[in-house]
């Protein structure tokens, strides 16, 4: 363990020096990605630091053992030789999991889809919960949201929205959000006060950029048309919206939410880069559901993630079996715990991996 902190510490002091190099401040792609590592990078050093110098008071008590001859100091270093030895076993297990290596998307942006399934009206009432569920986590993250598109249910919430998350580590932490979320609760339509259970999917992306996929242009069939919906006169005489299709796949995106064809353009070649970047990132995830049982981050839009029972103020993550009994709470963004929860269930899956 320590030769393997040992080399990361020497990067970390390359890449420190790299960045006082003026070739490398000039260019400004370079120096972003190598300030991206070196702050990766410090809390591993961080432990390193601290680890070592556990080692050498650990080595200190017992060459203490060995040459003392007072009983007084022989005990004292006894007692502490047994708390370093406690505090080291736990130091090796935060690090062993430190020492993981990261999914490169982690710490990318993320484009969210919401779409109400089975349940009718229902079901687009509990994806507009959804979504609001999830842009009060963002919130309190202090992370930003941007609706890209919508389509609002005829009672309520909406048949789906796609949005977009802007953050620190946001792919990181919204990743366990994929797959079917049901609810069972009684609707506000129903007169008998009988139970439903409707459902709503989420898909979850890693937000592509440009240096993720390379889209070329005369793949892309470019179409505009007049917008519909609220906005003003404007929307409905001007050609602003867009229509892209890439046409080696078939992948289809209309913008229509600026009233600037120039700004639709723009997003719609972003979220045209994501569906191409999804397909790739798709095989990579199945390769790795292969490997690893629990898989809590597959990706797959058709599991069962979790249920939400209202009666019982319950929700419970099928994955890893977690329960919880504070549903208010929880539909008002209080869903970090849980997340927590996932991502120590999947660092354990690796940590396995890792051991052979």
């Known amino acids: ?34 300030s991206k590592d070196y702050k990766d990078l410090q809390p591993v050093v961080k432990a390193y630091h601290d680890y070592k110098n556990l080692l050498d008071t650990i080595a200190e008590c017992k060459e203490l053992l060995n040459t003392e001859k007072d009983e007084e100091l022989r005990e004292m270093a006894k007692t502490e030789l047994v708390e370093c030895n406690e505090r080291r076993d736990k130091m090796e297990e935060e690090i062993r999991i430190m020492l993981i290596p990261e999914d490169p998307t982690d710490s990318k942006n993320a484009v969210v889809e919401i779409r109400g399934g089975t349940g009718g009206d229902e079901a687009c009432i509990f994806a507009g919960d959804l979504f609001r ?68 999917g989420v898909v979850v992306l890693p937000e592509a950029e440009e240096l993720d996929v390379e889209l070329n242009m005369s793949d892309v069939k470019k179409e505009t048309f007049c917008a519909s919906g609220p ?56 390769e790795l559901s292969s490997k690893r049982k629990t898989m809590v981050a597959t990706g797959d839009r058709s599991e069962k993630v979790r249920t939400y029972n209202y009666p019982q103020s319950r929700v419970t993550d099928h994955r890893i079996g977690y329960t919880m009994y504070n549903l208010p709470a929880f539909m008002d963004g209080d869903i970090e715990e849980l997340i927590d929860a996932l991502q120590l269930a999947e660092n354990a899956e690796k940590l396995k991996e890792s051991l052979g």
């Open 1 to 34: 363990m320590l030769d393997k902190l040992e080399a990361i510490y020497s990067r970390y002091q390359e890449i420190e020096q790299q960045m006082n190099d003026p070739q490398v401040t000039a260019d400004m792609k370079r120096f972003v990605k190598l």
């Open 133 to 200: 569920m999830y842009s009060r986590y963002c919130e309190k993250k202090h992370w930003k949201i941007d609706i890209v598109d919508f389509n609002e249910g005829t009672a309520g919430g909406y048949k789906d929205i796609t949005f977009n998350v802007t953050g620190e580590k946001v792919y990181g932490m919204l990743k366990y959000e994929s797959g079917v979320h049901r609810v069972q609760r009684v609707p506000a339509t129903e007169t008998q006060g009988r139970v439903h259970t409707s459902a709503a």
């Open 231 to 286: 906005g003003g006169q404007c929307v409905n005489t001007t050609y602003s919206a867009v229509r892209l299709t890439h046409i080696p796949t078939g992948i289809v995106v209309s913008m229509q939410d600026q009233k600037s064809q120039i700004k639709n353009m723009e997003k719609a070649i972003a979220i045209l880069r994501t569906r191409l970047y999804e397909r790739e990132y798709n095989k990579y995830m199945e």
